[in-house]
Structure formats: C-alpha cells, structure tokens
C-alpha cells in the first residue's frame, strides 16, 4: 500500500541537479525538525530514544555547570561547516561572542570548540565516519563520540582532539563512568547519573 492510497500524500522535495545548500537548509519550507544537511543532501532523523535525550541533557547540564564567560553550551544547533554542510550536533560549546539572539539559527564552523554527537542505530556511520571527519576539516578542536555501553546502559564517551597538521581527529581516551577532560575547558561530568535515572 503506497502513502497514496492509504490517504496520504507526501510531497518531498525535488533536489537541485548539484544538491542543496546551506541556504536552503534555512529557507525549504515545512523540514522536520533536526534535519541536517551532509554533502549537499537533506539528512532526516529518527525518532529520539530516552538514552539519547538524557545523555544529550546530562552533558549539556554538567559542560554549563563549569563554563567560563567565554564561551557558551548549545544543544541541537546547526553549524556551517562549508556552503554544502550544516550537520547539527547533539551539544556545541561555541564562543560566547558567537552568540547573537534568540532568533539565532546556526553556528559558524570557526566559533566552535567542541561537537558532542550520540550515537543512534540510524547514525552510527555518520557520527563514526562522516560528522568527525567534516568537523576535523573544518578545524573543530574537539569531538566527543558517546556510544551506550551493551552491559551497563550507561555512556562511553570517546574524546577525540583535532591534530592541526594533519587536520584529523587524535583519539584522547573513553570515559565509562565519569569524564575529566581540560578541553575546550576544564570538565568533571560524572556519568553514571544515567544509570541510576
């Protein structure tokens, strides 16, 4: 049975020949919320799970509880990385100059310091692969991969720094129960809050 038949028509829009642009990521109307735009394509997620949003909640809660003036934490906010990608990480900490309004939409690439992505079943390459590699080229000091550990529950936080001359990620460490990082700036975030919630 087609969406048709069943009374439902869905009209998705038609790509331009070299694919969209961040422009058009801000301007096509009636996108679901979250969507992302990676090489030129609309990327549309899956429904939350209850991990994803508590993690994404602790994380964004214990980076706010040590925050120095200069910068600021945001979750769920596009960042322009480039004319043709505008991923939207799980949590930013973006410079606090960066910060405009509350009409505010995006991010430029060169005011962030640090991605958090979750990891999800639909977006386990994107955020392995494709998200770490364009926030690397794009010159995103930091990169936090969180996976949910298949025996506890709880979060692995893989910690990645941006090495400059090679313009990749370096793998720093992971983090089970309890995360003690100086970058972007000094962190202490104990884990195991999801667990117990």
């Given at each position: 049975?087609?969406?048709?038949?069943?009374?439902?028509?869905?009209?998705?829009?038609?790509?331009?020949?070299?694919?969209?642009?961040?422009?058009?990521?801000?301007?096509?109307?009636?996108?679901?919320?979250?969507?992302?735009?990676?090489?030129?394509?609309?990327?549309?997620?899956?429904?939350?799970?209850?991990?994803?949003?508590?993690?994404?909640?602790?994380?964004?809660?214990?980076?706010?509880?040590?925050?120095?003036?200069?910068?600021?934490?945001?979750?769920?906010?596009?960042?322009?990385?480039?004319?043709?990608?505008?991923?939207?990480?799980?949590?930013?900490?973006?410079?606090?100059?960066?910060?405009?309004?509350?009409?505010?939409?995006?991010?430029?690439?060169?005011?962030?310091?640090?991605?958090?992505?979750?990891?999800?079943?639909?977006?386990?390459?994107?955020?392995?692969?494709?998200?770490?590699?364009?926030?690397?080229?794009?010159?995103?000091?930091?990169?936090?991969?969180?996976?949910?550990?298949?025996?506890?529950?709880?979060?692995?936080?893989?910690?990645?720094?941006?090495?400059?001359?090679?313009?990749?990620?370096?793998?720093?460490?992971?983090?089970?129960?309890?995360?003690t990082v100086d970058k972007p700036y000094p962190v202490d975030?104990?884990?195991?809050?999801?667990?117990?919630?």
């Amino acid at each position: 049975m087609t969406a048709e038949s069943a009374g439902h028509h869905v009209r998705w829009p038609v790509p331009p020949l070299d694919g969209y642009t961040v422009d058009d990521l801000f301007t096509l109307p009636d996108l679901p919320p979250h969507t992302e735009l990676i090489d030129g394509s609309l990327v549309f997620v899956s429904p939350q799970r209850r991990f994803h949003y508590l993690v994404i909640d602790l994380l964004f809660n214990g980076l706010r509880s040590s925050l120095t003036p200069e910068f600021n934490v945001e979750r769920e906010m596009t960042v322009v990385l480039d004319k043709r990608n505008g991923p939207e990480p799980d949590v930013s900490v973006v410079r606090a100059d960066a910060v405009t309004g509350l009409e505010q939409t995006r991010f430029q690439a060169e005011d962030v310091l640090l991605t958090v992505e979750v990891v999800s079943p639909d977006s386990e390459s994107r955020d392995r692969t494709t998200k770490p590699h364009k926030y690397a080229a794009a010159g995103i000091p930091n990169y936090w991969r969180v996976e949910q550990d298949g025996t506890t529950g709880g979060p692995i936080i893989h910690v990645y720094e941006l090495e400059q001359l090679s313009s990749s990620y370096v793998h720093m460490g992971i983090h089970r129960e309890r995360i003690t990082v100086d970058k972007p700036y000094p962190v202490d975030i104990d884990l195991t809050a999801i667990v117990k919630g």
